[in-house]
Structure formats: C-alpha cells, structure tokens
C-alpha cells in the first residue's frame, strides 16, 4: 500500500525568497505585541494578581463536581472563578480575584471568602473547608519575577546549548525565533485580554520547547549540508535544508492540531487560555523555524567555511610537503 505523504519528495519550494518582507513583518508583529503589553496590559489571574484561595474536601462525594462549582460561583459576580482539582480526586482549589475595593482589606476578603463557603455548602453540606487563605499583592508579584526569570532562564540556557552545540550564530538564531515567539503569544493575550496565568507561563515554556525542536532539526539538517554542498550558495543551500525538513515539521505541527484543536474547541474555559497559547505557539514556533532563525544565518555571516575544522601548522606543512599547496 502507498504511503500518504503530504508533502512531496521533490517539493522545492523558495522561502529565502521573502525573507525581506517576512522579517519586516516580523519586526512589526514583535514591536505591536510588546506595545499592547505595555499600553493594555495583561489581565494578571490570581496567580500573578492576588486574591482568595479556598481549599476543601467532599465528604461524602468520590470526586469533586468542579464543572457544577465553576457554575454555581460563576453567579456571584466574583469574575471567572479558577477551580482545579488540588490532591484527591474529591478535594478542590477555589481561587477568585478579590474587587480593588478589597485589595489589602482583610474584612471584604473574609467576606467574599464566606460567600464562597456559603454557597458551595448549601448544594453540598459535606464541603469541608481545608484552607482559606489570601494571596497579597506581594506574593503574586513575587509570582510574577520569578515566572520571568524561568522565561529569560529557558531563553538564555537553549542559546547556550545551541552557540556549544553549532556555532555562536546559531544561538543568536534560535533565540531570536524563541523572543519572536514569546513576543507574540504575550500580544495575543494582551490584546484579548485573556487571563494571564501560571498556566500560561507553562504553555509558553511548551511553545519554546516545541519551537526548539523544530529549530535543531533545521539546523541540524543546515550544518549536514554545509559540509555536504561546499559551493552551494548559501540561501540555496538554506532552501534546501527546509525542503528536506518540511514533511517532518508538517507532521509533527498537524498530529499536535488534531490533539489540542478539539480541547481548544469543546474543552472546559478553564484550559481555554493555555491551550490557546499551544495552538499559537505551533502556527509561530513552526514559522520562526523557516523565516525567522534560517535567515538570520545569511546575515550573522555563516559561510560554508563555518564547520570546516581549522588547519593547524603542522597539517597545512604537511599538505605542503606532498605538494597539495
């Protein structure tokens, strides 16, 4: 039987054509996200901007009725309510954002806080409060510094990898794919204003990873190349090695659709925001691969000289004596 293949074994098709006008695109996306989210903002959860946790305990009940609760307290006008499941299957994390008017006033949050219990209580008497605890402005913005120092950490580490694993230019490249990536799953969310998260934080940690990945396979397959094709000039040469990569990066990008495209459209608005995250991330990781990190080689000077070792005294004395020079 005849393998599907979606994209041909001859496909030829010339992306550092566009670079150009791609990059300038590019460049104008980066500095419109990073303008929304300093105009805007994020609209920072619990997580990041304070607020009421409750933690509690169904008695009498195998699990806990977490799509009910998101319901029940939905009503209250407490904003979107973030209910997870923390432990067991029957134990539950309540976490709401406390009103300005409440911010550093520990009466409104005990109130807001008893309005919760009472609520879940009268649908389920055998709620058991384990903690009620409040998040102060000064641990969510703790929160926050230290979600940035993993973001920069995760950045600067791949960089590294890649300058020791390649050459200097390509870590210059991979890290600017990955800023372009950040960049623009921050502009989404501040241009949407969709809750900014700590799971965020974890689906912009999978968008680096899986922008990683694709990042290696193309440079991995340019190095072969440069070794390979001496004379090739090198935007040919850069054609080529994403050609001969395509298939596997259009794989890849759709088996990871097919998985978070039917969570992204029937999953619960709790996962909303980072699953929406992923799939951005799969379109622009997928994309910086081929206009963003390839590109950029042409112009940081890699040459077909870039991984040929360099000759020492004694070789090129010896190549001297045969005759070769």
Do not use: C
């Not at 074994?9 to 929304?36: G, H, M, Q």
């Not at 550093?104 to 384990?130: L, S």
């Not at 623009?184 to 990683?212: K, P, R, V």
């Not at 004379?231 to 990008?253: C, F, G, Q, Y």
């Amino acid at each position: 039987m005849k393998l599907l293949k979606l994209v041909p074994d001859d496909t030829n098709i010339k992306f550092l054509k566009w670079r150009v006008p791609f990059y300038v695109v590019s460049l104008l996306l980066i500095a419109a996200s990073w303008a929304l989210v300093m105009t805007k903002g994020l609209n920072y959860g619990v997580d990041f901007a304070g607020g009421q946790e409750i933690t509690g305990t169904f008695l009498e009940e195998p699990e806990a009725p977490i799509g009910e609760l998101r319901d029940t307290l939905g009503t209250l006008g407490l904003g979107d309510p973030v209910i997870q499941r923390f432990g067991e299957v029957n134990q539950v994390s309540i976490r709401v954002r406390l009103p300005e008017s409440a911010e550093g006033d520990p009466a409104a949050a005990n109130r807001i806080a008893t309005q919760i219990i009472d609520t879940v209580t009268e649908q389920h008497p055998d709620f058991r409060v384990d903690s009620n605890n409040t998040v102060s402005g000064k641990v969510s913005g703790e929160f926050r510094e230290k979600s940035v120092y993993a973001l920069l950490f995760a950045m600067l580490a791949i960089a590294a990898y890649i300058w020791i694993r390649f050459e200097w230019q390509f870590g210059v490249g991979a890290l600017f794919a990955l800023f372009h990536d950040v960049s623009l799953t921050l502009g989404m969310f501040a241009l949407f204003q969709m809750e900014f998260s700590l799971q965020i934080i974890a689906a912009i940690l999978a968008i680096i990873g899986y922008s990683l990945n694709d990042t290696i396979v193309v440079y991995d397959r340019i190095r072969e190349n440069l070794k390979k094709y001496r004379k090739m000039p090198l935007p040919e040469l850069l054609d080529l090695s994403v050609n001969e990569t395509l298939a596997r990066t259009v794989m890849t990008s759709l088996t990871l659709l097919v998985a978070l495209l039917p969570l992204l459209l029937f999953g619960p608005a709790s996962l909303f925001g980072m699953v929406a995250a992923i799939v951005l991330g799969v379109f622009v990781g997928t994309y910086s691969s081929i206009y963003m990190a390839a590109p950029i080689l042409i112009w940081l000077g890699v040459t077909s000289h870039s991984f040929v070792p360099e000759e020492t005294v004694a070789e090129k004395q010896d190549r001297k004596a045969r005759g070769e020079i």
